[in-house]
């Protein structure tokens, strides 16, 4: 199995960017297919995927709404996923998530998922955004 531990939030103005960070534990993630993916759940709403990434083949999937402003990555050699946010909107303030699982294969990880498909997640991080 794998940890995650995500980093990278606070508070900011609108325009401004956030690069969020998911540290993976060495087991598992750097010898195994993860079907890496950000999350995000504003008060009172859904938890949404907005990105993901397979480990194996840098296949990638982005909200529709949100292509463009995200951007996701990965070290190998830091066993961290990357979410780079640009021009920040107060309509982005929310926590996220970074989740991780095995069962999905690199077609099935460059489509939006719903969380509950997901096996492993961190803490998350806070991302406020002010006008």
């Known amino acids: 199995q794998v940890q995650l531990v995500e980093s990278g939030g606070g508070s900011v103005q609108a325009g401004g960017s956030l690069r969020l960070s998911c540290a993976a534990s060495?087991?598992?993630?750097?010898?195994?297919?993860?079907?890496m993916a950000w999350f995000r759940q504003a008060p009172g709403k859904e938890r949404e995927e907005i990105a993901s990434f397979y480990t194996l083949g840098d296949i990638t999937y982005y909200l529709d709404s949100e292509k463009g402003r995200f951007t996701i990555s990965q070290d190998n050699a830091k066993n961290t996923l990357y979410l780079q946010i640009h021009s920040l909107k107060p309509e982005d303030t929310a926590m996220y998530y970074c989740?991780?699982?095995?069962?999905?294969?690199?077609?099935?990880?460059?489509?939006?998922?719903?969380?509950?498909?997901?096996?492993?997640w961190g803490q998350g991080t806070q991302v406020t955004v002010s006008t």
């Open positions: 989740a991780a699982d095995r069962t999905f294969s690199g077609s099935s990880c460059s489509v939006k998922r719903l969380w509950t498909t997901f096996q492993y």
């Open positions: 060495e087991y598992g993630y750097g010898y195994s297919d993860y079907c």
